[in-house]
Nanobody, 119 residues
Framework: QVQLVESGGGLVQAGGSLRLSCAAS????????MGWFRQAPDKEREFVAL????????NYAGSVKGRFTISRDNAKNTVYLQMNSLKPEDTAVYYC????????????WGQGTQVTISS
């Protein structure tokens, strides 16, 4: 049974940092492109970052480029999102997701972790 479990969210002041983790079970992580998404209140879910199977490629939304870093450890079946220089507009529920086939919909999603940035 596949599960993705996010952790590391919380409340921090603007300018601070957080590191999110996504622990996967029931799958072999190296078979999947992994992504982070977020959803703020009253807004659509938006793409944040992705990382390819063996970390050959990363991609970021323009709003987080230069501040966030996605990484993965396939041996530990874990994906990370390091978030620096946080802004109030980063406040959202953050989700990780796994994609088996390139350009297809994501196959699995986590339950989300709340990130709140105070001003």
């Amino acid at each position: 049974q596949v599960q993705l479990v996010e952790s590391g969210g919380g409340l921090v002041q603007a300018g601070g940092s957080l590191r999110l983790s996504c622990a996967a079970s029931g799958l072999t992580l190296s078979n999947y492109t992994m992504g982070w998404f977020r959803q703020a209140p009253d807004k659509e879910r938006e793409f944040v970052a992705l990382i390819s199977r063996y970390s050959d490629t990363t991609n970021y939304a323009g709003s987080v480029k230069g501040r966030f870093t996605i990484s993965r450890d396939n041996a530990k079946n874990t994906v990370y999102l390091q978030m620096n220089s946080l802004k109030p507009e980063d406040t959202a529920v953050y989700y990780c997701a796994a994609q088996r086939i390139a350009l297809a919909k994501y196959d699995y999603w986590g339950q989300g972790t709340q990130v709140t940035i105070s001003s």
